[in-house]
């Protein structure tokens, strides 16, 4: 099954509020941008943010065939810089837990990817990851980002603090792979 980004409507709120499920899911999702407990004013002013040809961020709703369209997840491409040619992939969230671990997150970034490199024709994609969430940082290394840095302690989690890779890829690594 191929998935599909389509762009996130406000009737996808209640979908994706649906899939947050606690405060530590919520940082690990969104990190700092979204307030516990989320709720639906919140992604309102979110997706409105990402309105407008000149928005910062496109946000997507992801869709598979299953074998009817079936919405299974989210993502965005955000922190748009026009000047530099540059963006961040976030956000990355597949929410229907059966679709976990079936190389869904791999297509959906690789979309992503295509958007910014093809349409947009941006050069530089960045992503921040928990060091701890191992799943994620296969799946973006699968698709060719590159560890750039360790940010230590980089968030305030109740009593504890995470650390965060900083990874990346540039638009003539991306080609390469997708041309072999």
């Not at 002013?45 to 369209?69: F, H, L, M």
């Not at 299974?72 to 976030?90: K, P, Q």
Request: charged content about 30%.
């Amino acid at each position: 099954m191929e998935i599909r980004l389509e762009p996130f409507q406000r009737t996808d709120i209640p979908r994706l509020l649906s899939w947050v499920r606690s405060e530590e899911f919520l940082i690990q999702w969104a990190g700092p941008f979204f307030i516990h407990p989320l709720d639906e004013i919140q992604l309102l002013k979110y997706w409105e943010s990402g309105q407008g040809e000149n928005a910062i961020r496109r946000i997507y709703r992801v869709s598979i065939t299953d074998p009817e369209p079936k919405v299974i997840g989210h993502i965005e491409l955000n922190n748009i810089d026009w000047r530099n040619r540059a963006g961040a992939v976030s956000k990355v969230l597949i929410g229907e837990r059966q679709y976990l671990g079936k190389g869904y997150g791999v297509q959906m970034v690789d979309a992503l990817l295509k958007i910014a490199f093809d349409e947009l024709h941006l050069h530089r994609m960045e992503l921040k990851v928990f060091d701890f969430n191992e799943p994620a940082i296969h799946a973006y290394q699968k698709v060719g980002f590159v560890i750039e840095g360790h940010l230590r302690d980089y968030r305030r989690v109740g009593e504890q603090y995470w650390s965060s890779y900083l990874m990346s890829i540039l638009e003539d690594e991306w080609r390469e792979r997708q041309s072999q």
